[in-house]
């Protein structure tokens, strides 16, 4: 692998702060051992769910938390991190990565940040649990469905006293009906 320049390093730290100003969540991942086809699948479905799938080395991420005064050293993580950043909603990062370790084993979730302006960072647990929330397109169609509900019940529960006495008229054998 080529060392990078100092001018490069630079243009990685800038672009880094530049998503860490404007992400509402970060989470990062090991993707040792993942394989390119893989590699490029996850960043496709995260670019899908406004996230963006970032690699750089520790010790410029590191640079760039201690700029933008985020308490975290990327150091402490073991293995090949990325760093996936959420632009949209808070959740979206998690929930899709959680759903993409589960179809690559290779790709580990191993915490992260939700709204990491004010927040801690999170275990790769707390990611997880946050990632097996529904979306809010679920949660959305949960609502309808709640909604309607009595409605539909009231409905059957009208029909039903039709349908009985429309029995006991056929048991009766009266047929002309």
Do not use: W
């Amino acid at each position: 692998m080529v060392a990078k320049t100092r001018k490069q390093k630079e243009k990685i730290l800038e672009d880094l702060k530049e998503k860490l100003s404007q992400q509402k969540a970060m989470v990062f991942v090991d993707f040792r051992g993942l394989k390119v086809k893989d590699l490029s699948d996850v960043r496709q479905k995260l670019k899908v769910a406004n996230s963006q799938f970032l690699v750089a080395k520790k010790t410029l991420m590191r640079l760039a938390f201690q700029e933008k005064n985020i308490k975290f050293n990327p150091e402490e993580l073991e293995g090949q991190i990325a760093v996936v950043f959420g632009f949209g909603d808070e959740l979206s990062p998690a929930q899709t990565l959680f759903r993409l370790s589960q179809e690559h084993k290779n790709l580990k979730i191993l915490g992260g940040f939700i709204e990491s302006k004010k927040g801690e960072f999170l275990p790769s647990e707390k990611i997880i649990e946050l990632g097996q929330l529904p979306t809010k397109e679920e949660l959305y169609g949960r609502l309808v469905g709640s909604i309607s509900a009595p409605i539909s019940n009231f409905v059957n529960v009208l029909q039903a006293p039709l349908e009985i006495c429309l029995y006991i008229i056929k048991s009766l054998g009266v047929n002309k009906i």
